[in-house]
């Protein structure tokens, strides 16, 4: 019997490359739990940072960067969120095929209507603030449905033989997560115009759409932590506008929220920011489920 082995040479090389993942590479773990849902079996996909890490700062750790090195496609904030350790890692990647720009770089900031886009000139003196606008856009879970659908857009661009799959299941999350939209949304009808502190300027996109009003902040500035005085006045705002809730991303130091939450009786809550920001904050829809859960109980 003979054996033909070019053939056997085809198929041993379609095994091993034809069938491999793209790989991803995100910055939010977020954007990593979407692109899993979306991509499914086709993808490998891993986070930069954990979800109890302060995204502006991230240390350049080697690994990181042997992440980046063999990614296919990038998925990325933007506005500068990642800009204090991103490009560095980028370079050391010495991987062509995610440079910032190019077709498998997703910046996330572009698909979403942004809040806070500063109309004047920005210096350091007014702290760690993004003028293009505020990062923290993954807080409004519509946004979740925007990001979904891009990707699925540039898997499908990278492996057009799975394009309609992937399209398939970013309608597919769309909808699950539009579902609980509305439920959320229900939930949380009774806290419109509730006044809140935070601790930095995260949750903007989130009260925005859940209707909480912000009323002060525990930094001063964004990324300048608070003086004591600062914490005073903070306090007697708090009194006057009669806060009710208080709240805090898990990687922040809690002593100066709880003291304003003190001051004032209001409800100190730590609450996930991101994809495993806690142990129940499992994906990006748990995040949402934790966050309205934990609002709606204190509140009744």
């Given at each position: 019997m003979k054996v033909n082995f070019n053939f056997l040479i085809f198929i041993l090389i379609f095994n091993v490359y034809g069938q491999a993942k793209i790989k991803v590479v995100t910055t939010l773990p977020s954007f990593a739990d979407i692109t899993s849902i979306v991509g499914g079996e086709e993808v490998e996909v891993s986070a930069l940072i954990k979800g109890t890490q302060d995204p502006h700062f991230v240390d350049p750790k080697p690994d990181l960067i042997l992440k980046l090195n063999r990614a296919d496609f990038l998925i990325r904030a933007g506005l500068g969120l990642e800009d204090g350790w991103l490009p560095p890692l980028l370079t050391g990647a010495r991987n062509g095929?995610?440079?910032t720009g190019g077709e498998r770089d997703l910046d996330a900031s572009t698909l979403v209507v942004l809040k806070e886009i500063s109309k004047t000139a920005i210096n350091r003196g007014q702290g760690d603030v993004h003028p293009g606008g505020n990062p923290h856009f993954m807080l409004d879970p519509r946004n979740g449905i925007l990001v979904a659908k891009a990707i699925a857009e540039r898997l499908g661009k990278i492996d057009t033989s799975k394009a309609s799959i992937f399209k398939t299941r970013a309608e597919s999350f769309s909808q699950d997560l539009t579902k609980k939209i509305i439920t959320w949304e229900k939930t949380l009808a009774n806290l419109k115009n509730l006044p809140i502190i935070t601790y930095h300027r995260s949750w903007i996109y989130f009260s925005d759409w859940a209707g909480l009003n912000?009323?002060?902040?525990?930094e001063p500035k964004p990324g300048v932590p608070p003086a004591p005085d600062h914490i005073v006045k903070l306090s007697q705002l708090a009194r006057e506008k009669k806060v009710k809730f208080v709240l805090i991303e898990p990687y922040y130091p809690?002593?100066?929220?709880?003291?304003?939450?003190?001051?004032?009786?209001?409800?100190?809550?730590?609450?996930?920011?991101?994809?495993?920001?806690?142990?129940?904050?499992?994906?990006y829809i748990n995040v949402f489920d934790e966050i309205v859960h934990k609002l709606a109980a204190k509140k009744m």
């Open positions: 095929k995610i440079q912000e009323v002060g902040y525990v809690k002593g100066n929220a709880e003291d304003v939450a003190r001051f004032v009786g209001a409800t100190f809550l730590q609450l996930p920011t991101e994809v495993q920001g806690s142990s129940d904050a499992t994906t």
